[in-house]
């Protein structure tokens, strides 16, 4: 298993510093909301095709990307904060040359 410092590192991103010497934590709604998305996101073509698509499996669909937003939005929010969040936004920013 690779650690998300020695991956990005691997991968030719940069890691910032402020996020390499952070004490671990568990960011159990984040989370929660990552796997909630992952879920939803695959349950509606699973389950959708051998029930034959009804109302429900739409609706999950339609809140697999309002789920994975709000994800987005709160590790944003924890890296703002000065949290630890599951994953930092800033690894998606494009490296400064």
């Known amino acids: 298993?690779?650690?998300?410092?020695?991956?990005?590192?691997?991968?030719?991103?940069?890691?910032?510093?402020?996020?390499?010497?952070?004490?671990?934590?568990?960011?159990?709604?984040?989370?929660?909301?990552?796997?909630?998305?992952?879920?939803?996101?695959?349950?509606?073509?699973?389950?959708?095709?051998v029930l034959g698509w009804p109302l429900w499996t739409w609706l999950v669909f339609v809140l697999a990307p309002v789920n994975a937003r709000a994800f987005w939005h709160y590790e944003a929010y924890l890296v703002e904060t000065g949290r630890q969040p599951l994953l930092d936004p800033s690894y998606f920013e494009p490296p400064l040359h």
């Open 1 to 49: 298993m690779v650690s998300l410092d020695s991956g990005a590192r691997l991968a030719g991103c940069a890691v910032p510093e402020r996020v390499r010497h952070r004490v671990s934590s568990t960011d159990i709604i984040g989370g929660s909301l990552a796997v909630g998305s992952a879920v939803a996101a695959c349950a509606w073509l699973i389950e959708g095709l």
